[in-house]
Structures are given as structure tokens and as C-alpha cells.
């Protein structure tokens, strides 16, 4: 039992002076600007969100307008054609989707009109 209880007491005093010495060693250092290592997407990302576009993906969710055929809810894309989710009533509890087209307002089930308009890509 004097055994366990030392070698318990040992290994506790032993862990506790390397953990120490490395926190010492890297008390001093910051970690780089994310920027400056950030390749690929995740840097075009950062640059955007430096610019002042806070949604480069366009992943907010968007709030629905007058939703007429006059005047459709316009939705944002780099591509030809989106797939957009209408909630249709406030409490529902199921999404309907609908593919947009380029130049080809549509029409979803509630009455609501949407519009897909070209955006830059990031």
C-alpha cells in the first residue's frame, strides 16, 4: 500500500513540474494572424469577412418580401439555378423547396414569388 501510495505522490509531483516548464516555455508566443496562414477557401473567407461581407456563402437565412410577381423576393447566387426552402406559414412545421432558375421568377405553393439574381463568387 506505501508502494501505490508513492508512486501515486511520485508521478503527481512529476507531471506537475513538465507541465509548468511547458507552460513557461510558450507563455511569451501568441499565435499568428489566422490570415496569414489560411490557404483555399477559408482564406478567400477571411478576406471577404476583412472587406465587410459578413456572408460570403450566402448561409444567413433570408426574410421573405412583399413576395409578389411584381416585386419577388431576390435571392442571391454564383450559379444558374438554387435550391430555395419556403416556410410557408410562420408556425409551420415543414419546409417546401423549390428550384430557382436564372431569369425565371418561380412561384411557391403559399403564393410566394422568388427570383434567383447573379451574384459574384467569392
Excluded at 20 to 33: C, F, I, L, N, V
Excluded at 36 to 47: I, Q, S, V
Excluded at 108 to 121: R, S
Aim: aromatic letters at 6%; charged letters at 25%.
Amino acid at each position: 500500500m506505501a508502494s501505490l501510495c508513492r508512486q501515486i505522490v511520485r508521478g503527481n509531483a512529476f507531471k506537475s513540474v513538465l507541465l509548468s516548464t511547458a507552460r513557461r516555455g510558450y507563455a511569451d508566443k501568441m499565435m499568428p494572424d489566422p490570415l496569414e496562414h489560411a490557404t483555399g477557401m477559408e482564406r478567400k473567407e477571411l478576406m471577404a469577412m476583412q472587406a465587410g461581407n459578413d456572408d460570403p456563402f450566402n448561409m444567413k437565412v433570408l426574410k421573405k418580401s412583399a413576395g409578389t410577381r411584381d416585386n419577388p423576393t431576390l435571392v442571391p447566387s454564383c450559379f444558374d439555378a438554387r435550391i430555395v426552402g419556403c416556410i410557408c406559414e410562420e408556425h409551420a412545421t415543414a419546409v417546401t423547396w423549390l428550384w430557382l432558375h436564372k431569369d425565371h421568377p418561380r412561384r411557391c405553393e403559399c403564393g410566394h414569388w422568388y427570383k434567383l439574381i447573379e451574384k459574384q463568387p467569392v
